[in-house]
């Protein structure tokens, strides 16, 4: 039996990306490498977004701003 899960999330919106996805690479770099994300697109208005994350490798840089205003950055 195959011991890898994927993960469907249909749309590549920010909050997905901010928010999920994060969550989701926090749990494989914590050694759990089971784990995958495939992704879905069914809006016309975000093939460009679709595009820009295939030619990344489905890599991008994720900003949290502190309410301080501080800024932190991490590569999902």
């Known amino acids: 039996m195959n011991n890898q899960f ?14 999920q996805a994060w969550y989701l690479h926090r749990l494989i770099a914590s050694g759990d490498k089971r784990w995958h994300i495939a992704a879905g697109n069914i809006r016309n208005d975000a093939e460009q977004m679709v595009q820009a994350l295939a030619a990344q490798g489905g890599r991008y ?5 502190s309410p301080e205003g501080e800024r932190e950055y991490e590569e999902i």
């Open 61 to 65: 840089v994720l900003e949290t701003v």
């Open 6 to 19: 994927t993960w469907l999330h249909i749309g590549l919106g920010s909050f997905h990306r901010a928010h």
